[in-house]
């Protein structure tokens, strides 16, 4: 079964730093693209990073310089290292695999970690 | 960058049809894929359509997805509406490295 696992949420004050962790299983981890995707309570889905096979990497302006995305395939895992966090960062964050159909998608998601930001 | 709006609520009764819009702001509908994804409440995003009009094995063939170059905008149309398709709906694709969700869509079943 393909499973996506994500860990390391929690608070952390303002101007901190958090490592988010997905675990993959169930299928070749070093053969596909892998996203974070986040979405505060309420609101809609915003992509975060992506990194290809390769590992490079991709991110919006509204965290790039901020956050890093990272992958270890010897361990099936995927990093985001979020520094300067601020309140606007508070959601829940989804690991996503890339579609291998070369669609620009998403085609697995974890269940998701919550970050809180606040003082 | 482009924006993909959809519109924010849809609701019509169990056995109905609902089409859902997502209006491209600028560049092609056409020139990347579109995707839609369900999301149920407390729950995890799902892939419903990819590639446009491609459905996941698992998912109904209730569930269908178009694209259309005249109004720059993709649809998601789900016939014979079930209470259990009451979610939130996103499109979402892709442009120069940077991928972008539309603003979702609340379908109630009423």
């Known amino acids: 079964e393909v499973q996506l696992v994500e860990s390391g949420g929690g608070l952390v004050q303002p101007g901190g730093s958090l490592r988010l962790s997905c675990a993959a299983s169930?299928?070749?981890?070093?053969?596909?693209?892998m996203h974070w995707v986040r979405q505060a309570t309420g609101k809609g889905l915003e992509w975060v990073s992506a990194?290809?096979?390769?590992?490079?990497?991709y991110y919006p302006g509204s965290v790039k310089g901020r956050f890093t995305i990272s992958r270890e395939n010897a361990k099936n895992s995927l990093y985001l290292q979020m520094n300067s966090l601020r309140a606007g960062d508070t959601a829940v964050y989804y690991c996503?695999?890339?579609?291998?159909?070369?669609?620009?998608?998403?085609?697995?998601w974890g269940q998701g970690t919550t970050v809180t930001v606040s003082s | 960058n482009f924006m993909l709006t959809q519109p924010h609520s849809v609701s019509e009764s169990p056995g109905k049809t609902v089409t859902i819009s997502c209006t491209r702001s600028?560049?092609?509908?056409?020139?990347?894929?579109v995707q839609w994804y369900q999301q149920r409440p407390g729950s995890a995003p799902t892939t419903v359509i990819y590639?446009?009009?491609?459905?996941p094995s698992g998912v109904p063939d209730r569930f269908s997805g178009s694209i259309d170059s005249s109004s720059n905008s993709a649809s998601l149309t789900i016939s014979g509406l079930k209470t259990e398709d009451e979610a939130d709906y996103y499109c979402?694709?892709?442009?120069?490295?940077?991928?972008?969700f539309g603003t979702g869509t609340k379908v109630t079943v009423l």
């Open positions: 169930g299928f070749t981890f070093s053969s596909y693209d």
């Open positions: 990194i290809g096979t390769a590992g490079d990497t």
């Open positions: 590639e446009d009009n491609q459905r």
């Open positions: 996503a695999r890339g579609s291998p159909t070369g669609s620009y998608g998403m085609d697995v």
């Open positions: 979402q694709s892709y442009d120069s490295s940077n991928y972008v």
């Open positions: 600028s560049g092609s509908i056409a020139s990347n894929y």
